[in-house]
């Protein structure tokens, strides 16, 4: 198979160096473990590439397809396992205590990670 023919195996954006902040999560890939202050949030694999994806490039809609390939290395032949991945991310967050709703997504289209500026995606106690 030439280079050419396996274009589709590479992603269209890879991850770049995360910015800082109160709103980031600290990653860490070779846990695949997001923390959120002192809310450590583990993932599989394949979840903790699509949020490394999507947090690396913060307010940019990052496609399905483009989903699909930077989380299992091959194109997309159904949005149900994006779909899944993302389900259980927000649902390990929410779990965590840390904002899911930071995770957007953009109707039929694909997703976009949207932390707050003035919110760090923890909730404080009253």
């Known amino acids: 198979m030439s280079p050419r023919d396996r274009s589709w195996l590479r992603p269209a954006f890879s991850p ?19 923390r959120f202050h002192d809310r450590l949030v583990e993932f599989s694999r394949a979840e903790f590439a699509v949020l490394e994806l999507l947090a690396a490039h913060p307010h940019v809609l990052i496609t399905r397809e483009e989903l699909s390939v930077h989380g299992w290395h091959e194109p997309l032949t159904s949005t149900d396992r994006v779909t ?17 709703d930071q995770l957007t ?6 997703y976009r990670w949207d932390p707050r500026p003035t919110h760090d995606g923890v909730p404080r106690s009253a």
């Open 105 to 110: 997504t953009i109707h039929a289209l694909g």
């Open 84 to 100: 899944s991945a993302v389900k259980r991310i927000r649902q390990r967050l929410a779990r965590a205590g840390v904002d899911a």
């Open 16 to 34: 770049v160096a995360e910015p800082s902040g109160p709103a980031w999560p600290e990653l860490d890939a070779s846990a695949c473990t997001a």
